[in-house]
């Protein structure tokens, strides 16, 4: 969780360097945008390694992810309207559909490396719609929000990959047959390249 929210402020720190027309002072912002991925790649394969791998890291993940692009793309944004003066509406349209385009393909990988993992390897851990019932939070406004935009999240995923849903719901039944069949098919066609 502490890489996690590392990534967080240094991904915070990048937007702000974009603020300036200062190339060299830019660059830097562009070298710790790179430097806040690699810390977002590292904080699941550390914690994976530690054994310390949760839900929570999990879903703490997603969001710092998210935060870290929103306040990129705002950053960006902000710099035009200094720069321009004005209020550029296709600029701002085309950050919003940019963002969400970032946030599917970011959800997409996510999706696929954990099912990749789950399914190939038999590690780690990916939440599909229906394990929201076991959810162990407890009842407050803020545990209700994370669990429905998580939840809403999971579906997504689960839309975008419907067969891969379908497989991982068979292996999780715990159909060693269906396992032996399509694990070794599934890791050799979804390696990833």
């Known amino acids: 969780d502490q890489v996690t929210f590392a ?6 720190v990048a937007g702000h360097l974009f603020l300036y027309r200062d190339p060299s002072v830019n660059a830097l912002g562009l070298s710790l945008v790179i430097l806040a991925d690699v810390l977002d790649s590292a904080d699941g394969q550390l914690a994976r ?3 310390t791998a949760s839900r929570w890291g999990r879903v703490l993940d997603g969001y710092v992810d998210s935060l870290r692009w929103v306040v990129i793309y705002a950053h960006l944004v902000a710099r035009v309207l200094i720069v321009g ?3 550029p509406v296709p600029l701002v349209a085309l950050a919003l559909v940019a963002a969400a385009c970032h946030s599917l393909q970011a959800s997409a990988i996510d999706f696929a490396y954990s099912a990749y993992t789950l399914i190939s390897a038999g590690r ?3 939440d599909l719609p229906e394990d929201f019932g076991s959810f162990e939070l407890p009842r407050t406004w803020w545990n209700g929000l994370a669990r429905a935009s998580y939840g809403g999240y999971a579906r997504r995923q689960v839309r975008m990959f419907p067969r891969t849903a379908a497989l991982l719901r068979l292996v999780r039944r715990g159909d060693a047959d269906a396992r032996a069949r399509f694990a070794p098919v599934y890791a050799e066609k979804q390696a990833p390249t």
Do not use: D
């Open 7 to 12: 990534s967080l402020a240094v991904g915070v």
């Open 49 to 51: 390694l530690r054994g």
């Open 85 to 87: 003066g004005g209020v």
């Open 124 to 126: 780690g851990h990916l």
